[in-house]
């Protein structure tokens, strides 16, 4: 990857920044690492000039939701290997959850993350710390020790907070040092031993179901906990229509929520599991065609204000199992804005400014993550996309050590073509050899 160019002019671009409003035939321009300006026939004044006439030029993708394995799961996935594989998918920074061996619940467990991801080529990562030590839902961590070391959010990841008095704590436990708090929600003793959607494909199938009232009840009860304590709240993976009602009636309460869904679940139906692909079991379970819909237009209309990748590899022979003993999971950093694109931007479900705004601004701001702005004195964290480059899904291409995707062998259209983070290039398709 090449060093920081002192002074970048990237010429010709269709710029657009969903945060400022801007959505213009331009140039920007990069000084010592941060935004100097926006706007057409900006002059070189002796910068480093990158052509990007025909390219899309936007903030760079920000993932509050991604699990990067390591420590203890390094078969999987590396920060390195992670962060790496970010940058080529177009992220500039990524959230990292904390349900690895041993748990990240502690001051040296965070700073163990922040250091790996300090050395790491490719997106920045900031790590989340658990909520409950050992994510057991006992007693809350330390959230004073881990802020300081460098947690952004905490979070039990992947598992909700059973007791409705510790989340309440954590809620308000969090707004003295000015952080989130993510939520699985998820009432465990309804959802406890499903592997897909309850319904009639699950029937049919002989497999155990998970409810979706399981997840609108704990989306119900975090939701009151948030209204109640003033707690900055973040939803998990929302995967169904009613649970979207319920985030859309307690914005409009006044309700400090943010919440985000991922590209599977507003891509797929539980209809894809008819012959138990275990590329397909994800946690939450793929829903309804009726859910897909919903959480579709609550992306549109940005009751769900963030795309989140979920990032979950899984070991090859780990999915080669039977349905019901496969993990759970699926990986998209480098999948998740070109299957948004083709599916949803080139058939006009979604307009190119707010898929953008959904993966980089929105989740910038749930998060307090850097970049998700162009705006002049902004870390130069942005990407370019080629929006009329078609490829194929690959998994054996994929710079993670994950191959299990949902999305293997699609034709998408649209392609990220260089990531830059703080004016430095971590991803250029053009020369990956230097990645």
């Known amino acids: 990857m090449g060093a920081v160019v002192a002074r970048l002019l990237i010429r010709g671009g269709r710029v657009i920044d969903p945060g400022e409003g801007v959505d213009?035939?331009?140039?920007?321009?990069?000084?010592?690492?941060?935004?100097?300006?926006?706007?057409?026939?900006?002059?070189?004044?002796s910068a480093e000039v990158l052509d990007a006439r025909g390219l899309v030029v936007c903030p760079g993708f920000v993932d509050p939701h991604a699990h990067l394995c390591e420590p203890g799961g390094e078969h999987r996935e590396t920060i390195a290997t992670g962060a790496l594989a970010a940058a080529a998918g177009g992220y500039t920074a990524v959230c990292a959850m904390p349900d690895t061996d041993p748990v990240v619940d502690d001051p040296a467990s965070v700073g163990f993350v922040v250091a790996a991801g300090r050395r790491a080529v490719g997106a920045r990562v900031s790590?989340?710390?658990?909520?409950?030590?050992?994510?057991?839902?006992?007693?809350?961590?330390?959230?004073g020790e881990v802020v300081d070391a460098g947690a952004v959010a905490?979070?039990?990841?992947?598992?909700?907070?059973?007791?409705?008095?510790?989340?309440?704590?954590?809620?308000?436990?969090?707004?003295?040092?000015?952080?989130?708090?993510?939520?699985?929600?998820?009432?465990?003793?309804?959802?406890?031993?499903?592997?897909?959607?309850?319904?009639?494909?699950?029937?049919?199938?002989?497999?155990?179901?998970?409810?979706?009232?399981a997840e609108e009840i704990g989306v119900a009860r975090d939701l009151a906990l948030a209204g109640m304590t003033g707690g900055r709240l973040h939803l998990q993976r929302v995967s169904t229509a009613a649970a979207a009602t319920l985030i859309r009636r307690a914005r409009r309460k006044g309700v400090g929520v943010t919440a985000e869904a991922t590209a599977h679940h507003l891509l797929l139906s539980h209809e894809v599991v008819a012959h138990y692909g275990?590329?397909?079991?994800?946690?939450?379970?793929?829903?309804?065609?009726?859910?897909?819909?919903?959480?579709?237009?609550?992306v549109a209309d940005g009751t769900i204000d963030c795309i989140a990748t979920d990032h979950t590899p899984c070991h090859y022979d780990e999915k080669e199992q039977a349905f019901d003993d496969?993990?759970?999971?699926?990986?998209?950093?480098?999948?998740?804005?070109?299957?948004?694109?083709?599916?949803?931007?080139?058939?006009?479900?979604?307009?190119?400014?707010?898929?953008?705004?959904?993966?980089?601004?929105?989740?910038?701001?749930?998060?307090?993550?850097?970049?998700?702005?162009?705006?002049?004195?902004?870390?130069?964290?942005?990407?370019?996309i080629d929006?009329?480059?078609?490829?194929?899904?690959?998994?054996?291409?994929?710079?993670?050590?994950?191959?299990?995707?949902p999305f293997a062998g699609e034709e998408a259209t649209g392609r990220v073509v260089r990531t830059l983070v703080g004016g430095e290039t971590v991803w250029d398709a053009h020369n990956v050899k230097g990645a």
């Open 127 to 143: 790590p989340a710390a658990a909520v409950s030590v050992g994510r057991r839902g006992e007693h809350l961590t330390e959230f």
């Open 154 to 213: 905490v979070t039990d990841a992947g598992r909700p907070v059973r007791s409705s008095k510790l989340m309440r704590l954590a809620l308000e436990y969090a707004q003295s040092f000015g952080i989130p708090v993510l939520a699985h929600p998820e009432d465990a003793g309804l959802a406890n031993g499903g592997v897909m959607h309850e319904g009639v494909v699950s029937t049919r199938l002989g497999l155990r179901g998970k409810p979706g009232v």
């Open 326 to 384: 496969a993990p759970f999971g699926a990986v998209g950093l480098e999948t998740t804005f070109a299957v948004l694109h083709t599916r949803l931007v080139t058939t006009g479900v979604l307009e190119l400014a707010t898929l953008i705004e959904r993966m980089s601004t929105g989740p910038a701001r749930a998060l307090g993550l850097p970049g998700g702005s162009l705006k002049p004195g902004e870390p130069a964290d942005l990407v370019l």
């Open 24 to 45: 213009v035939q331009g140039d920007v321009l990069v000084d010592e690492g941060r935004i100097v300006a926006v706007a057409a026939g900006l002059a070189p004044e």
């Open 387 to 405: 929006p009329e480059a078609r490829w194929t899904i690959d998994p054996a291409a994929f710079l993670s050590r994950g191959r299990n995707t």
């Open 278 to 298: 275990t590329e397909y079991k994800v946690d939450p379970p793929l829903r309804t065609p009726a859910d897909v819909e919903a959480l579709r237009a609550a």
